[in-house]
């Protein structure tokens, strides 16, 4: 998909997180009109500065705020969460799932080509590479991920669900290991690789309608068990196949 049509416009969902922030630093040199959204007016000009052509204030609890977010997007890129808290291990009403189910709903009624999820390993089939004490110390929002990729998969959207291990601050690594979708790898990676990942995957064949974990090689707590290699289009992220933004 190297010479895919450029999309209209790409949404970043949560773009004022960390991952959000990383995504927006990787498609700043495409030629990608991105819209990104934050929950706070004192986030705007900040987003601005990271590469957003246009800033949406948006909470996602509310559907219509994510039905405006989506409108006139071809591609979504979700990276939105719970900040560290209670919530994580009681669960309730959290934007994992309310939110994100928000966005899948909208994305539907907007005809987007194609739905980037961050989720998270410990999650669903791969709760393996977790500790058991780790998983119940985030219960909470590993059930909220688990019912948003869900929904995901039942929307009929084109999608690629990334489940990242650990995430770190650590520069980017540029070696990432890809699990098929279950327990298969464990361990961390820094946010700059995820959002590389998650930046290249709409462009990339072999990650349509699919779930994958990543971790770095650097990272990796043990061998993996089931790793694929995916061929991740990084040709559409580089300033010499797009033109920089002014």
């Not at 601005?48 to 246009?54: K, L």
């Not at 650097?218 to 993996?224: E, K, L, Q, W, Y």
């Amino acid at each position: 998909m190297a010479d895919s049509p450029t999309p209209d416009r790409v949404l970043v969902a949560g773009a004022s997180g960390a991952t959000g922030e990383e995504l927006l630093s990787v498609l700043r040199p495409t030629d990608l009109p991105v819209r990104a959204t934050t929950r706070s007016y004192a986030n705007v000009d900040t987003l601005e500065r990271h590469g957003a052509d246009e800033v949406a204030v948006a909470d996602f609890f509310e559907s219509a705020d994510a039905v405006a977010a989506v409108e006139g997007c071809d591609i979504v890129y979700c990276a939105v969460g719970t900040p560290p808290g209670p919530r994580h291990v009681i669960g309730g009403k959290l934007v994992d799932r309310t939110g994100v189910i928000n966005l899948v709903t909208a994305a539907i009624g907007a005809d987007v080509s194609v739905f980037v999820l961050e989720s998270a390993i410990g999650v669903g089939n791969s709760k393996g590479s977790l500790s058991l004490p780790t998983r119940l110390l985030i219960r909470g929002s590993l059930r909220a991920k688990r019912d948003a990729e869900s929904a995901l998969r039942r929307s009929g959207l084109t999608y690629t669900i990334v489940r990242p291990g650990k995430l770190t601050s650590e520069p980017p690594s540029g070696d990432v290991v890809v699990g098929a979708g279950g327990a298969s790898v464990s361990g961390s990676i820094p946010r700059a690789d995820v959002a590389r990942v998650m930046a290249a995957a709409p462009f990339t064949p072999e990650a349509r309608n699919r779930t994958v974990e990543i971790v770095s090689r650097d990272g990796m707590s043990n061998a993996p068990t089931d790793r694929v290699d995916i061929d991740w289009a990084d040709d559409r992220l580089t300033t010499g196949h797009e033109h920089r933004r002014a």
